[in-house]
């Protein structure tokens, strides 16, 4: 999988366990959720995610990196 996958991934995990944590636990979890999208716009942006960062030092390929080879 590639790096934009994982960020995808992880970013919609974090919205559904903060819409389940306001709706079951307290409805202050709702702000993982603003925190979310806020970086994905922030990222749209500017193109800077930290995330993005630490899975390109665990060594995970970006889409560019990896040509469309199936490898990734």
């Not at 959720?33 to 390929?61: D, E, R």
């Amino acid at each position: 999988m590639t790096r934009e996958r994982y960020i995808k991934m992880i970013a919609g995990a974090m919205v559904l366990i903060s819409s389940l944590g306001a709706y079951f636990i307290n409805i202050n979890w709702i702000w993982l959720a603003v925190f979310v999208g806020a970086n994905l716009l922030q990222f749209s942006i500017t193109q800077w995610c930290l995330l993005n960062i630490i899975l390109k030092a665990l060594g995970i390929k970006s889409e560019i990196e990896c040509c469309g080879t199936e490898k990734c």
